[in-house]
């Protein structure tokens, strides 16, 4: 019993020691994030690049469900290594100033820009597609948005799915998941 309560304890100390840190902005930075002009067309072809996925994540400080995603589920040494080898991401402050450029050329604060899109609640993760059509905006073009904090496996199963293009075929998100977590489970 005391060598299970010992490596429990060794196991949240290390899941916490890989937590993102917290910026300037109040916003929790991690490894995998990319500092850019948060210019979105150019942020889709520096992914593509990469051979990856542009994943645009807007956060707030003091978000209670941003602090669980980064402190419970990207820290997950799956989902991080997958994030890392698969996703290009972004940054967006839902109360910030900086200037972000839609894949339609508007620019404007990321404040207003959040506002322009329409999310309600942090975090709130969009993915796009490879291809952008001409005039669109991120929310019109995502392939998929996640809004709001889920479990790791959930996570796990919609960045795979992303990744998979599962959106592309028959089987929607949901039934992707249950699918796979009972793959998981089993």
């Not at 840190?21 to 929790?28: C, N, Q, R, V, Y």
């Not at 496996?153 to 998100?173: A, I, Q, R, S």
Request: charge should be negative.
């Amino acid at each position: 019993m005391i060598r299970i309560l010992t490596f429990l304890s060794a196991l949240a100390l290390a899941t916490t020691s890989f937590a993102a840190e917290l910026g300037d902005d109040g916003l929790h930075k991690a490894a995998w994030m990319r500092d850019t002009f948060k210019d979105l067309s150019e942020d889709l072809a520096e992914a593509n690049d990469e051979g990856k996925r542009l994943m645009i994540i807007v956060e707030q400080r003091g978000c209670i469900y941003c602090k669980k995603m980064h402190e419970e589920v990207f820290v997950v040494p799956a989902i991080d290594t997958y994030i890392q080898e698969n996703f290009f991401v972004v940054q967006i402050n839902m109360f910030g100033d900086v200037e972000v450029t839609d894949f339609d050329g508007t620019t404007l604060p990321e404040k207003d820009m959040v506002k322009r899109w329409g999310a309600l609640f942090t975090p709130n993760i969009y993915f796009m597609p490879e291809e952008v059509p001409e005039g669109a905006t991120a929310v019109q073009a995502a392939a998929a948005n996640m809004p709001g904090a889920f479990g790791k496996w959930t996570t796990l199963n919609m960045l795979t799915w992303v990744v998979e293009k599962g959106y592309e075929g028959d089987e929607p998100f949901q039934k992707y998941h249950a699918r796979k977590f009972a793959e998981q489970k089993g």
